[in-house]
């Protein structure tokens, strides 16, 4: 018969874990299974290692979770896109001029915010880990919004650098936090889809962003009023990002067991669903030996290397999308507005399909490097083709190709939430793989020199080299957690069998590399 999941499962789906004992016969095993010790402080009040959550059940479970905590995750990433990529569509909407930008400028707006990020990520990581993280999220965003006002009326460069720097500083708590979420209210097996869903609000506020640029573009052009189109972009963006704020400080909450909506028992079976994720919910105590773990670990540098190998590429497409399309490929301006409706979509393609690959195959790193080999094969068609009336659709069609590495982004949040382990162990890893993803979008933009426009193809022979380097990086660290799982297992198989299926040592605050039951994503 199908067997229940105690404490929620193995590595092995529950519809295909058979056993011939029943159910009250696991129980009373389990219940002689010795714990040591609880290390958690949101869990600890809240942990029965003996309760039954059938596949039901946890079907249920998920469905709630989805219903009340998703689309919170959704709208904040969806507000801190907006505000963070409204630069793109207003670059060609006379925006540029009017604030008298000149030379490396426009770049400049996207390397301070990236550079703002980057020295804040180690401050929202250590909030993140001694303050409730909704709050940390909701008050964010809360000076993300103000700041966002702001830019709609700044017109001096100075000014918009500063405010792009100060959005970056606050925009650091967003990543971390959201995966925080994620790995207290979602299975390792289910991160895939779930960081899909979030990370694809960044393409969906793309085309929104295009629809609005094509539409005020417009009402700009008959319009006498005081704000510019480009003004009114902005103002609708802070808008959206005030009213998301309102509803994530209302309605998310900060972890499983400070959910208002859940009695007791309810919040006891959304702890032990996540048992077998072997992360705990939230630890406060700073523990110096993770720390020191964390320094010595090689997959942490290696999760460094590869966010910011791939950020150098994509903040740089990301960042030049419309130019490329208005002035290398010889679309008009209304026309590129248009065309990011479509690269917004492949990019929500992109999303979802590597997070199906990732749930069929079960082998990330190698569906990133087949991601990688698309964009190397758009990259090559735009430098090898020249741009007229008869290529210029080949050439945006090539430019669709290079949507696929953003994708990546996502299976690196993916094995960031299920590779690492430990309170003070992943507060320093988020920080530092965020502080990457930060580091390689602040230098990306400064790869397009103006005086390469505006077809860029240096900028496109620096990428190539960087895809190389990304696949070489992506085989290496997945040899390594290969040959780190090989040793796990082999430990196990020499522990009690009703141990290991309990995930006993879940709630301790062990770190990937100290608990004998954690199995690496590859």
Not at 52 to 67: F, G, Q, S
Not at 390 to 397: A, D, E, I, Q, S
Request: glycine share 6%; net charge positive; with cysteine.
């Amino acid at each position: 018969m199908s067997q229940p999941i105690v404490g929620h499962k193995t590595t092995e789906d529950p519809a295909n874990w058979i056993d011939s004992k029943g159910e009250n016969d696991h129980i009373e095993d389990l219940k002689h299974v010795v714990v040591d010790h609880v290390n958690d402080n949101e869990a600890a009040a809240y942990v029965d290692h003996t309760i039954i959550i059938d596949e039901a059940e946890n079907k249920r479970l998920k469905r709630m979770i989805d219903r009340r905590i998703l689309p919170l995750l959704c709208l904040a990433y969806f507000a801190q896109a907006m505000d963070k990529g409204a630069t793109s569509p207003i670059s060609i909407m006379g925006w540029l001029e009017d604030v008298n930008a000149t030379g490396q400028d426009y770049a400049l707006t996207s390397t301070v915010l990236w550079i703002g990020l980057v020295a804040g990520n180690p401050v929202a990581s250590q909030l993140i880990r001694r303050f409730p993280v909704a709050k940390v999220l909701a008050a964010s965003m809360l000076v993300w919004t103000a700041l966002a006002f702001w830019l709609v009326f700044s017109l001096k460069v100075p000014q918009i650098l500063a405010n792009r720097a100060l959005l970056g500083f606050f925009e650091a708590s967003f990543n971390p936090c959201l995966v925080t979420i994620m790995v207290q209210w979602y299975l390792s097996s289910e991160q895939a889809v779930i960081s899909a869903i979030w990370h694809s609000f960044t393409s969906l506020s793309t085309c929104l962003q295009s629809v609005m640029g094509f539409g005020f573009y417009y009402v700009g052009h008959n319009n006498a009023g005081s704000l510019k189109s480009w003004q009114y972009l902005l103002l609708t963006a802070a808008c959206i990002s005030a009213i998301s704020t309102v509803l994530v400080f209302v309605f998310l909450p900060d972890s499983p067991t400070r959910a208002r909506w859940a009695n007791e028992e309810l919040k006891t079976k959304l702890v032990e669903r996540v048992r077998s994720n072997n992360q705990g919910i939230k630890q406060k105590i700073w523990k110096s030996d993770q720390a020191w773990e964390t320094a010595k670990d090689p997959q942490v540098y290696a999760l460094f290397a590869l966010t910011f190998c791939q950020t150098l590429v994509i903040g740089g497409v990301g960042k030049f999308s419309a130019l490329l399309i208005n002035r290398a490929f010889g679309f008009d301006v209304a026309t590129s507005q248009l065309l990011k409706i479509p690269v917004s979509a492949v990019g929500v393609s992109a999303y979802f399909l590597m997070a199906y690959l990732q749930q069929k195959y079960e082998q990330t790193f190698f569906t990133m490097i087949g991601f990688t080999l698309l964009n190397m094969i758009g990259t090559i068609v735009i430098v090898c083709v020249p741009p007229s009336n008869k290529t210029r659709v080949g050439l945006m069609l090539a430019f669709l190709l290079l949507q696929f590495f953003g994708a990546c982004n996502t299976a690196t949040s993916v094995v960031l939430s299920r590779n690492i382990a430990g309170q003070t162990k992943k507060s320093i890893a988020y920080a530092t793989t965020f502080m990457a993803w930060g580091a390689g979008n602040a230098v990306s933009p400064q790869l397009f020199w103006s005086t390469w426009a505006p077809r860029y193809i240096p900028s496109l022979y620096i990428h190539l080299g960087l895809y190389a380097t990304y696949i070489l990086l992506a085989l290496a660290t997945r040899t390594m957690l290969v040959r780190r799982n090989a040793r796990k297992e082999a430990a196990r198989s020499l522990r009690d069998g009703e141990e290991v299926q309990a995930n006993l040592h879940a709630f301790e605050d062990l770190t990937d590399l100290q608990n004998p039951d954690y199995k690496y994503t590859i």
